[in-house]
């Protein structure tokens, strides 16, 4: 730990010790055969444990079938699904202690799809599709088929859903959950106006659009064990106006600190294609210190954070208590290594790599 580094100082989040504050955040990989996490996924967290990073976050991991964003998404909706899973965190932790959550998430309206490298379009019923679901009749796109809105019994069997998936997590040992309330899937369709125009208790005012994101973090709450966080992503801004924005973003915030929530992973956008986002270095880095204005919770901030000196300052500066590096990490799995030699910090290096890392960083 270095005397002077805040990004490499420890931190606890709800009872959870990470080493320092550098986070690998979700990053889908599309790469699962019925929801079965494979050897692409062993060696590719196994990199990410072992890059010194204070705590990993598995890809968004869909709670039912018809919850995943592809053909192709990881899932822990089966008992083969939770065995593939079991079998990627003890392997993981075979090579490296660091602690493992798993964001779980339900796509919504903008499930069966392609992956990115194939277009990402919606992927017809005939190719391996399926209809999808959503809190109204409204699509994504106007080209698209409409979802399905979901009645008592479908929110029901969602939350249902979410729970199942949380006992299955638990039962493979993982450390923490993020609940998956951003990027335009279906916990933020709720929260959005621009996805939910119900006319019932779960639709209208913030306290309705809200509901249902906290009934599903309190039954996954309720599941889990005590002694492990729950945390929840969420996207601070539609980046459309008149939609959802930072305000609301407080209020739900509260509500979930006031429920129990540990920690909240501040990232935007994702529920319409009218966005309009100001995408640069820190792009979003000013969402999370206003949230953080808010709650009493731990903050998460990510968004084009690249730089050592430039996330060294983020929480230096009282901006978020931590970052989280995607992209760099995918570029430069070493990337923590790289930043504790810049701000003479020291980090844990896996022995086998000691004689590769620069003098001075090993914890």
């Given amino acids: ?18 080493r320092n504050r550098i986070v690998v ?36 991991t ?21 065995a593939a899973f079991g079998r990627l965190v003890a392997g993981v932790r075979a090579v490296a202690d660091t602690p493992l959550a798993v964001q779980l998430a339900h796509a919504g309206r903008k499930a069966s799809t392609s992956p990115p490298w194939e277009g990402g379009a919606r992927v017809a019923a005939k190719d391996g599709g399926w209809e999808t679901i959503a809190p109204s009749a409204l699509p994504f ?19 249902d859903n979410f729970t199942a998936a949380a006992e299955r997590a638990g039962r493979a040992g993982i450390d923490a959950i993020e609940i998956h309330a951003a990027h335009g899937y279906l916990l933020h369709q709720f929260l959005s106006p ?29 599941v889990f064990p005590a002694g ?53 270095p820190g792009y979003q880095v000013p969402l999370a210190a206003e949230i953080r204005r808010h709650v009493g919770i731990p903050v998460i901030a990510v968004g084009l954070i690249t730089e050592a000196a430039q996330a060294e300052a983020i929480v230096t500066g009282g901006k978020a208590d931590m970052v989280a590096v995607g992209r760099g990490m ?12 810049q701000l003479s910090a020291k980090v844990t290096v896996p022995r086998q790599y ?10």
């Fill in 228 to 280: 492990r966080p729950v945390g929840v992503r969420i996207s601070a801004t539609d980046w459309v106006d008149g939609s959802w924005d930072t305000a609301q973003s407080a209020g739900f915030c509260r509500e979930l600190e006031r429920r129990g929530c540990a920690y909240i992973h501040v990232s935007s956008a994702g529920v319409s294609p009218l966005q309009k986002v100001p995408v640069g």
């Fill in 1 to 18: 730990m270095s005397a002077t580094s805040t990004l490499f100082s420890p931190v606890t989040v709800a009872g959870l010790e990470l």
């Fill in 194 to 222: 621009l996805a939910n125009t119900r006319t019932d208790s779960y639709g209208g005012s913030l306290e309705n659009r809200m509901r249902f994101p906290l009934e599903v973090f309190d039954a996954v709450r309720a």
């Fill in 62 to 82: 869909a709670v039912s079938a018809e919850g995943r964003i592809s053909p192709f998404d990881v899932g822990l909706y089966s008992d083969k699904a939770e």
């Fill in 25 to 60: 955040p979700p990053m889908c990989q599309y790469s699962a055969r019925d929801g079965l996490a494979g050897d692409w996924h062993l060696v590719h967290y196994g990199q990410m444990a072992a890059s010194g990073a204070g705590m990993v976050i598995l890809e968004a």
């Fill in 354 to 363: 000691w004689r590769a890392a620069p003098a001075g960083i090993i914890a």
């Fill in 330 to 341: 995918l570029y430069n799995p070493r990337w923590p290594w790289h930043a504790a030699a």
């Fill in 141 to 159: 796109r106007d080209d698209e088929p409409a979802p399905a809105p979901l009645d008592r019994q479908g929110l029901a069997r969602v939350c």
